[in-house]
């Protein structure tokens, strides 16, 4: 007896030509712009998760191109768009400040996969942001966590504003002040800039509280200063 055809299998009649016209059908739908050969200077990096080291000097490296403006914009092409539809191996979780000014794949040179960015004003600690961390560890076995603030942060001048005068602040920006106040407090009477003070404060809270959480056992936790006016990140010892 003739064995049934399997629908699926390449073996059937035709079926590799109509792949084969497949495949060049969205070759050709894709612009020759964006099928052009990744520059030389693009360095591939292997997929998985790297070490919380390798990680680490991977963020500085790439910060230094940033600051230094000469990025490499890794990633950003049509293969790496159809490897990371399928899949995603970031190398590096960052918890940063929703200011428009600190967008993480640019501060750090990154692209499409590199990083998972989680952001919230002053960094701002809720259920969401932690299940989110754990998501990063846990599932997609990210080995560094990066807590990051920056200079002149509105969060953290509102929590200033708000340790200073005792006065209330309305609506949902209360949950955010709340949450920065205390960086605030431990930072009213420490030498220069107060606003300064707190975010350096606020990341070594965070980033503390981090590491105390077993849930974030398997990752490093570091902190870090991004400077507006140069581009440059400073990382915090840990």
């Known amino acids: 007896m003739t064995p049934p055809t399997n629908p699926f299998s390449s073996a059937v009649p035709g079926r590799r030509a109509v792949l084969a016209l497949t495949a060049a059908a969205a070759t050709a739908a894709i612009p020759a712009s964006a099928r052009a050969a990744t520059p030389p200077t693009r360095r591939p990096r292997p997929e998985g998760p790297l ?9 500085r ?10 990025q490499i914009h890794p990633h950003e092409d049509a293969a790496r768009r159809a490897a990371v539809a399928v899949s995603q191996h970031p190398f590096a979780l960052v918890l940063g400040c929703v200011d428009s000014r600190v967008p993480p794949e640019l501060v750090f040179d990154q692209g499409l996969g590199d990083l998972l960015a989680i952001r919230s004003a002053g960094q701002a600690l809720d259920e969401a942001v932690l299940g989110s961390i754990q998501f990063g560890v846990d599932e997609l076995g990210v080995p560094l966590v990066l807590v990051l603030g920056h200079e002149r942060c509105g969060a953290a001048t509102a929590a200033v504003e708000y340790v200073r005068t005792g006065k209330p602040v309305e609506g949902h920006l209360a949950r955010i002040v709340e949450e920065l106040a205390p960086a605030a407090r431990a930072a009213r009477d420490l030498p220069g800039d107060w606003v300064e003070n707190t975010v350096r404060a606020n990341v070594d809270r965070i980033r503390r509280r981090l590491a105390r959480d077993e849930a974030f056992d398997k990752a490093r936790i570091v902190g870090a200063r991004f400077d507006l006016d140069t581009g440059k990140v400073a990382f915090h010892p840990s």
């Open 61 to 70: 490296a790439g910060n230094a191109r940033f600051a230094a403006l000469r």
């Open 51 to 59: 070490t919380a080291a390798a990680a680490l000097a991977e963020l």
